[in-house]
């Protein structure tokens, strides 16, 4: 399945799916001017091909720190009631 994304740097388009917020970088360093800096710069320009499956609700990662545990799939974070 092929699906388009496009990222401006303050928004994720996703076909369909809609535009969601997005930022990339340390803050203070999230100028296109920094794409090249490591560690800080933001996502380098280019064609990317990411395989992304749905791992349903985020996982606490078990130290009660409200830390997740890292995933190699989209997550949705719960909020409000349904985050308790």
């Not at 296109?32 to 800080?40: A, H, L, R, W």
Request: hydrophobic share 30%; net charge negative.
């Amino acid at each position: 399945m092929h699906h388009e994304m496009h990222y401006d740097g303050q928004s994720l388009k996703w076909d369909t799916r809609g535009k969601f917020k997005a930022t990339s970088g340390l803050p203070e360093s999230q100028l296109p001017k920094n794409q090249c800096v490591p560690d800080s710069g933001p996502i380098p320009e280019g064609f990317y091909k990411i395989f992304l499956a749905n791992h349903g609700l985020a996982k606490d990662d078990g130290r009660g720190l409200c830390a997740l545990k890292p995933s190699w799939g989209i997550q949705s974070i719960s909020s409000g009631e349904e985050a308790g």
